[in-house]
């Protein structure tokens, strides 16, 4: 082969490697996929057709693809090389039966025939690198050996799919669960996830985020660390209960995005072996900042690195229909131009136009953001704030002290995001400590810190842009934060605070459901008082209804009069009460406390074109 050749001629490997990089990558006629190695009922891999969102060119070249005649073909990109073969269960593992052949861009491919049935293969590089595949859709049991078996079957049913009547909902509308597969449920798996989804709808969750669900180092982790870009995690479920749990939300009106780790690998990444680091396709020192946390760097410089990503992305909206991404430490994949950031947008949207595709930066870049084109945001600034005002000075003293200009800040405007509902707002995150333990920590009592849990939810259910809960939040869960297995106390439910909490945070959901006027941009801040600690938020929706939230922080009972924009008959959001109110209504509010009024019907003379003074 070309690659051979240029091995025995001893060619530098990192001139081959940019010879390699230099020619453009030719898309060719997209076969059938048994790349898209979709489980059967069993959790094992079957031979599918690719499932069409967007037409676009050819997904991947690499991994087990199925060619459509009965055989399949192993590709795997590996320029410079002198050789490699393809080592399976089927030849009795031997390393010399299978050579594979290079073309002139470097991918070394095989077509082998074979059998209905499960196959385990891995790759055998210059006769000394033994790598499994880095496409692998699955990998065999006992994977912790060094390296793990890819798994590919053949002759396996497809999964069956219901969702084709599912219709996304408009971003600012999201209500989003984090949740992490692992320590979610008892059962620790997707079909665990899978049978609380009425639940989550009890709630009002439209939207589940889910932290890494593929192949990651160890067991028991957060998923920051993968290995394994295209395998399912295999201590979750096969990729069939994966698929289960997307359909079944989505036939619940639920959206599934991912969080997806593409600034860096693990330290096991089969892509980090075939090369030193210095000349790897791959790897290198990019557009983003130095990695923060000691991982190898994907460089977004390189055209093998956006070949890789794109893949990655395609092969969970394409094969496992996700609703969109949360993308991991995006300081670290960096932008220049259409590089970096803008590349990893642009080829997600390649499959669908109105993805959910959310980015996380720390410290926040709203303009980065935007100009990336991005969904959106996480705003951390947010919970930093709320926080600050539900502390009384126990949390983020300085917030507390400058009290009109922290409930101001909560206006995303402010701080430099172009719209206001491209910033998700939360309380509590997997990054961030739970508000209840940390108050408790600082020296409050528990029953006070749940109550500061419900008036935090008031207050983020009232500001515009996606709403963002982490697993737990709404019975207020006081776990620490660790990547150890960490099991939710899902008998919290079970006792009288934690139900009242559960149903104050379902019937904001509820209300925002139901209110025009708090989901869309509108924002404007009334009657703030730094002396009593209590503010008014009034939003207008673009037919004229209107919300009015009135909020004590306070410690102590206060009587507020609160400005309306319109008199008329109005709504308790959380009593369900009506209420009819002139130009302002007198109303005493406990400690912690919060009223949500939704206008329900205007006067005559205060309705657009009526007959007023």
Known sequence: SRCAVRGALGLDPSWVRALALCRPWRARPEPHYLSNLTPGRTGRLAVRREV??????????????????GTVRFTLYAPGKRSVELVGDWNGSERETDPMECDDEGFWSIEKRLEPGAYTYRFFVDREILICDPYARLLAEGAERDPPRAVVEAGAKPFEWHDEDWRRIPFEELVIYELHVGTFSPERTFRGVASRLGY????????????????????????????????VEKSYGGPDDLKLLVDEAHRAGIAVILDLVLAHTGHECPLLKLYPYEDSPWYGTGLGERNQFGFPALDYTKEATKRFVRDVQHHWLREFHMDGFRYDYLL??????????????????????????????????????????LSGAWRVGASYDIKALLGEGLLRPEGWERFDETVRKLDAEANGYPDRIRAVNYIESHDEPRLVLELVNAGMDRQTARKKSALGASLLFSLPGPVMLLQGQEWGEDTVKTQEYNPLHWEYLETNEGRALFEH???????????????????TFEAVSAERKTAVIRRRADDGSEVVAAFNFGVDEQALSVPFPAAGLWKDALSGRGVRVGSELEITLGGSEAAVFVMSERTEDDKPGGGGP
């Not at 709630?203 to 993968?226: D, H, K, R």
């Not at 932008?335 to 390649?350: F, I, N």
């Not at 945070?505 to 924002?523: C, E, I, Q, T, V």
Request: glycine share 14%.
């Open 52 to 69: 069409r969102m967007k037409k676009t060119e050819r997904e991947t070249r690499q991994g087990a693809v199925g060619t459509g005649n």
């Open 200 to 231: 989550l709808r009890s709630l009002g969750v439209n939207c589940i985020e889910l932290l890494p669900a593929y192949e990651f180092s160890g067991t028991v982790a957060w998923g920051y660390n993968p290995s394994y870009f295209f395998a």
């Open 332 to 373: 670290g994949v960096g932008m220049r131009g259409d590089d970096g950031v803008p590349h990893l947008v642009r080829t997600a949207r390649e499959v669908a136009d109105d993805l959910y595709l959310i980015g996380e930066y720390s410290p926040e870049d709203p303009e980065s953001a935007a100009r990336a084109g």
């Open 505 to 523: 945070y379902a019937r904001m959901a509820r209300a925002r459901a139901g209110a025009a006027g708090l989901r869309n941009g509108n924002l």
